[in-house]
Nanobody, 119 residues
């Protein structure tokens, strides 16, 4: 069973930085995409950043401020990071880790980590 566990959320002042991490465990046959989405109160869940075989995609609102990266360990576990700089109040949301397993035809989601940007 695939599990995605996020960490790194919290309260930060405008202009500050946070680093989110997502550790993936379990059997993932073929990662087609690995990345982050976010959902603000009363809004839909939107893409923040994702890594695919075709490259990296960012939401326009975070370009130049957020950076996504991954690390694959020898034990087969994958971790995806989201470095967030120059945070704004409008970045406040629950951030969800996402993995698309193309071979299994499955989308996996973490439980989310709350990021609050406020003075």
């Amino acid at each position: 069973q695939v599990q995605l566990v996020e960490s790194g959320g919290g309260l930060v002042q405008p202009g500050g930085s946070l680093r989110l991490s997502c550790a993936a465990s379990g059997t993932i046959f073929s990662i087609n995409a690995m990345g982050w989405y976010r959902q603000a109160p009363g809004k839909q869940r939107d893409l923040v950043a994702t890594l695919t075989g075709g490259g990296t995609k960012y939401a326009d609102s975070v370009k130049g401020r957020f950076t996504i990266s991954t690390m694959s360990r020898d034990n087969g576990k994958n971790t995806v990071y989201l470095e967030m700089n120059s945070l704004k109040p409008e970045d406040t949301a629950v951030y969800y880790c996402h993995v698309e397993d193309l071979s299994a035809g499955m989308d996996y989601w973490g439980k989310g980590t709350l990021v609050t940007v406020s003075s």
